[in-house]
C-alpha cells in the first residue's frame, strides 16, 4: 500500500511517500519556510534531488507543490494520485481521547482542535496539514498518528502529579509523554532483534536526540516515561532544563522579574545542553568543546549521561527488572561516548556494553557483551515507517 505521510509543523512540512508492503520509501522531502519569504521545497526520489524556490504563502500551496512533485513526469514517483491509498499524519497531541491511530472524520477533528490547548505550536500545524490535505485529495482516507497516543497505557500511578487532583480533572494537567510513535517502533524492532514476543519483554527504551525522551516499556506497554505534561522534563536536552525543583521556577521569576511566557521561553529554548555549556545545543559541538576542554560542555554531557543513568535504573525498578536498553535518534544512535558514559555504572543491572561493538553508527545492532544478562540496542528510529504502517493497517482493516 502507498501511504503519504505528513509531518507538519507551523512553518514547514516534511513528506514521505512510503510503499509499506517493501517498507520502501519511494519519495520524500521538506517544505520550509511556509509563510516566510524564501519559501523552498527541496524533493528526493528516483536518485535525484530537485529544489524549487518559489512563493509557498500557506500549507494548501504546499502540499500542491508536493503532489505536483510526486506526480512529476521527471523526478516523480506516482503515475497517479489514484496511487496514493492514505495520508498519515503526525500529530502531536492527543490528549487523553486518543489511545492509538485514527481514521479521520469530523467528529476527530473537532477532538484535535479541543487537544490544541494543550500543544499550541504543533496541533494547530498539524490540523492545517491535515484540512489541506483533505481539500486536495478528498477521497484518500486521512489518519492521525499521535506522539502521545503509545503512553496512554500508563497506570495513573505514572501519570497523576502530586497537585491538587482538580488540576487534572479541570485543566487536565498530567503527564502525557511524546515520541510515543519513536518509543513504539524501536520497542518493535528490539523484539525482532531479541527474537523474543514483545508481550515478555520489559525494555528501557532511550530516545537521545535534540529533544529526549526515556521510556519504560512493559510487555509492549508503555508504563512510565520521562516526559510529562509538555515537552521539558526528564534528562537535559538541546536547549530543554530537564528535571529542574519546580520551586526554582517561580524564585527565579522573581528574582530577575520574568513573566510567565518569558521563564517557559528559558526552559524549553535556552536550558540544556545550551545553557549549561554555553556554546552549542548541538551534541557534537559539546562533545567536541569538552574534548579540548571546556569543562562547562563537559559538565553539561556529564548531567545528560547522569540523568539518563538514573532513568534507566528507576525504570528497571519501575519494571521489576530490565532485559534490554536501547538507544536511538540522533545522539543515541551515533554517539558512542555517550552510550559509553551512559553504560558505565550499570554492569550492576547486567548490562555491560562491548566497547569495539559500541563504536558504530546508526545502524541496528546489539552492542552488550556475550554475558550480559541486560542487551544493549542501538536501532535507527523510523516514526515516518511506523505512522505508514498504522495508516496502512486501520485503512486495510476498514477496506476489509
Ligand atoms: P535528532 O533530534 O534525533 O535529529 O538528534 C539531533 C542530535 O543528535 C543533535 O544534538 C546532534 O548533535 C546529535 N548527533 C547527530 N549525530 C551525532 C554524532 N555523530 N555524534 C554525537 N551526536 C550526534
Known sequence: MKVLVINCGSSSLKYQLIDTAGEQVLAKGL???IGIEGSLITHRARGQKVQQQTEIPDHKVAIKLVVDALLSPDHGALKSLDEIAAVGHRVVHGGEKFADSVIINDEVMTTLS???DLAPLHNPANIIGIKACQGLLPNVPQVAVFDTAFHQTMPPQAYIYGLPYEYYEQYGIRRYGFHGTSHKYVSQRAAK?????????KLVTCHLGNGSS???VKDGQSIDTSLGFGTISGTIMGTRSGDVDPAAIPYIMEQA???AAEMNDILYKKSGLLGISG???DARDVEEAANNGNQRARLALDILCYLTRKYIGAYAAAMGGLDAIVFTAGIGENSVTIRNQICQGLEFLGAK???????????????????????ILIIPTNEELMIAQDTAELV?????
Open 114 to 116: 479541543d487537544c490544541a
Open 279 to 281: 556554546i552549542s545545543s
Open 214 to 216: 526515556i521510556t519504560a
Open 31 to 33: 517544505v520550509e519556510r
Open 193 to 201: 532483534l531479541l527474537g523474543r514476543p514483545l508481550a515478555d519483554l
Open 396 to 400: 486495510g482493516k476498514k477496506v476489509n
Open 353 to 375: 556494553l562491548d566497547p569495539t561493538k559500541n563504536n558504530t553508527r546508526g545502524q541496528e545492532i546489539d552492542v552488550s557483551t556475550p554475558d550480559s544478562t541486560v542487551r
Open 257 to 259: 522579574g520574568l513573566s
